[in-house]
């Protein structure tokens, strides 16, 4: 007996006509898209810091976000949609570029080599072994100080907080412009969060644009257009100081952002559907690392999987038809390149604040009835935003907790694997 096209489609995504519904599913991906397109408004804007062409940023963000998401849908069969990680653009941006003093072009090589590396770690089972050798209140704190560092950019950016001689940061003037705007916004935002309003987000970045036009600073310049051109950052790699020391530790800081960031995604989401098979897991990681590959070769930061695909679980998404409607948003979303590049950064400090404080509810998780677990988690997680480095704040917290439970338990609690990582990546301290 044949098997009809609607068959094969269905079977594509893993969708059983018996189990699922249509509707649910293109609910549940539309849900997931309002949660998420915050990413292609504050991705762009923030790689073009770095002096990346910003419409050619936003069309790499939309188009990496597609491959991964449509590889879930197809490989994994799962619900999830994939976009830049927000973190991993941070350091991207705020670490590679603008404090070690590298090009974005240094910086998307480095995303390429970990792309590569997280490609064959996943298919060879390496990837659970450096996980496992990461101590846990070392990955608390990656996460934790993530959080308070996108939180405090995004104060900074919209102007809430400036530059100060004698303090160092001091409250900007929030009575008037750009911090007034994004007080505004924040508020309405958090107002729209504590509703629980799906896509609270996107809607309160929208509301705070809008609110930026009679004030003078939102300045539109249409709604629909050709998506920018992908000229200016496509293929852009820069191979001269592939074998610096400062590109190991960007390479091994991202990996290890990427890694411990899409497994906890993973499992958080894993947990919302039901069991999901180790199988259709793994294959969640392998969509990752290659959709990371393809988005350094079109010209963005590193991409994982949204947490924000829960709220899309809710709605009852079960399937890869929930990504294959994500992605068919993101693909429509290209077209609005103009009112997405039109948005103030006011608008998006707001976002970026209330994403970095929802990340901060990690800490609870450290022990804090051991000393030599929780020091190391605080020293991680202060180290990122106090020195404006997310790189300098894991070598940090893996130099700290290697000496200090060497000193107080010598060399067995420890272990060589994570004590030769920790010698690695302290070199960049050295020379």
């Known amino acids: 007996m044949k098997t009809s096209i609607k068959e094969l489609c269905c079977k594509a995504v ?99 080599i970990e792309g590569v590396l997280f490609v064959i770690f996943s298919v060879t089972g390496v990837r659970t072994w450096i996980v496992n050798i990461i101590p846990e209140s070392i990955k608390i704190g990656i996460g934790v100080g993530i959080g308070c560092f996108i939180a405090f950019l995004g104060l900074k950016n919209a102007g809430v907080i400036v530059n100060h001689p004698g303090t160092f940061i001091a409250l900007g003037d929030i009575t008037h412009g750009s911090p007034l705007l994004a007080i505004i916004g924040l508020m309405v935002m958090a107002a729209l969060i504590v509703k629980k309003i799906k896509g609270a987000l996107l809607i309160g970045i929208l509301i705070t644009t809008i609110i930026g036009i009679p004030m003078g600073i939102t300045h539109l310049n249409g709604i629909m257009s050709a998506p920018p051109s992908l000229t200016p950052v496509f293929c852009q790699f820069e191979w001269d100081k592939v074998l610096s020391i400062d590109m190991l530790v960007v390479v091994i800081t991202l990996l290890s952002m990427d890694m411990f960031d899409t497994i906890g995604t993973l499992l958080t989401l894993s947990r919302k559907i039901g069991k999901v098979p180790r199988k259709d897991f793994d294959k969640a990681l392998l969509c990752d690392s290659i959709a990371t590959v393809c988005g350094s070769i079109i010209g963005t930061s590193t991409v994982g999987s949204y947490v924000e695909s829960s709220s899309g679980i809710q709605s009852g998404g079960r399937t890869g038809l929930t990504s294959v409607v994500i992605a068919f948003m993101l693909l429509l979303s290209l077209f609005l390149a103009p009112l997405f590049l039109s948005i103030p950064a006011a608008a998006i400090g707001p976002a970026m604040f209330l994403v970095g404080i929802a990340m901060v509810e990690g800490i609870r998780l450290l022990d804090f009835t051991n000393p030599s677990e929780y020091i190391p988690g605080l020293v991680t997680m202060l180290a990122i935003p106090f020195t404006f480095s997310i790189a300098n704040g894991i070598i940090l917290g893996l130099i700290s907790y290697t000496t200090i439970n060497i000193l107080s338990y010598g060399f067995k609690k420890v272990g060589w694997g994570l004590i030769i990582l920790t010698l690695i990546l302290s070199i960049k301290f050295i020379l």
Not at 16 to 42: C, N, Q, R, W
Not at 52 to 63: C, K, V
């Open 14 to 112: 893993g969708f059983d006509p018996s189990k699922h519904k249509v509707t649910t599913e293109v609910v549940a991906g539309i849900t997931t898209f309002i949660t998420m397109a915050y990413i292609l408004v504050v991705n762009p804007n923030m790689l073009s810091l770095t002096g990346m062409d910003s419409g050619a940023a936003f069309t790499a963000t939309a188009l990496a976000a597609v491959v991964g998401t449509l590889l879930c849908a197809f490989v994994a069969r799962l619900p999830f949609a994939q976009a830049p990680s927000m973190g991993a653009n941070a350091f991207f941006a705020y670490t590679v570029c603008l404090s070690m003093g590298y090009t974005w072009q240094f910086a998307l090589t480095g995303v390429l």
